[in-house]
């Protein structure tokens, strides 16, 4: 069936280092990707979002290329700020009937 | 544009009771999902509609939890005889038409049973 896996509950770095968030999903469809961030008591938010292989997507300074030869979705960055402490969710669409979220990724980034 | 509004935004309730938490989606979106959050589970799909039908309750527990969209502008989540395990943050989303499309979501109910 589908599904999408994150394999980090928990990275923890230091500010200006850079990041990768890993994500991979199982599909038999040719899928929407994206990755939500959400911030302590806020809602989750559209970080990124992607429906072409090989295709790069950029926002805020974050980054992910949709991989369909692997089935990677991975967020990175070049060099995290405080700020980007967040919780971050990977969620697969198959199709325009279903969304999957992954359980998550904790960015705690330390001073 | 307001966003997704949820009501109420915090709730306590006796176990036994019922509870009912209201989502308004943003105008003009006909997809409407509901979402339940905790530390253990994570982000737990519930079940989503597209123009107040319902698509997916693939999600929801088949005893003591209903959801409903009577019209475009409002949706109830309705749990029967609410159990402590029932706590968590139940947030809504709309997105424009379907689970492809951006969702956005409104800040939560945060449910808990005493």
């Known amino acids: 069936g589908d599904s999408v896996t994150q394999t980090e509950g928990l990275v923890t770095l230091t500010k200006g280092l850079p990041v990768m968030l890993n994500c991979t999903y199982q599909?038999?469809?040719?899928?929407?990707l994206f990755w939500y961030v959400q911030h302590l008591n806020e809602a989750p938010k559209l970080l990124l979002k992607?429906?072409?292989?090989?295709k790069r997507t950029e926002h805020q300074g974050f980054y992910a290329t949709l991989h369909k030869s692997s089935s990677s979705f991975h967020l990175q960055k070049s060099s995290v700020q405080l700020s980007d402490s967040a919780l971050y969710f990977c969620?697969?669409?198959?199709?325009?009937?279903?969304?999957?979220f992954g359980k998550g990724t904790h960015l705690h980034v330390l001073p | 544009n307001a966003g997704v509004i949820q009501t109420p935004r915090h709730k306590v309730t006796g176990k036994g009771q019922e509870a009912t938490l209201w989502c308004e989606p943003i105008s003009g979106h006909s997809a409407v999902f509901w979402y339940r959050q905790t530390i253990v589970q994570g982000l737990e799909f519930l079940t989503y509609?597209?123009?107040?039908?319902?698509?997916?309750d693939s999600g929801m527990p088949k005893e003591r939890f209903s959801a409903q969209m009577p019209n475009q502008s409002h949706s109830t989540l309705k749990i029967q005889s609410t159990q402590p395990q029932d706590s968590a943050v139940y947030l809504c989303?709309?997105?424009?038409?379907?689970?492809?499309?951006?969702?956005?979501f409104g800040p939560g109910t945060r449910l808990l049973v005493l």
């Open positions: 989303a709309s997105s424009f038409r379907t689970d492809q499309d951006t969702q956005y």
């Open positions: 969620a697969l669409s198959p199709n325009a009937y279903k969304v999957i």
């Open positions: 992607s429906s072409t292989d090989n």
């Open positions: 509609f597209r123009n107040q039908a319902p698509i997916d």
């Open positions: 599909t038999t469809y040719s899928p929407f």
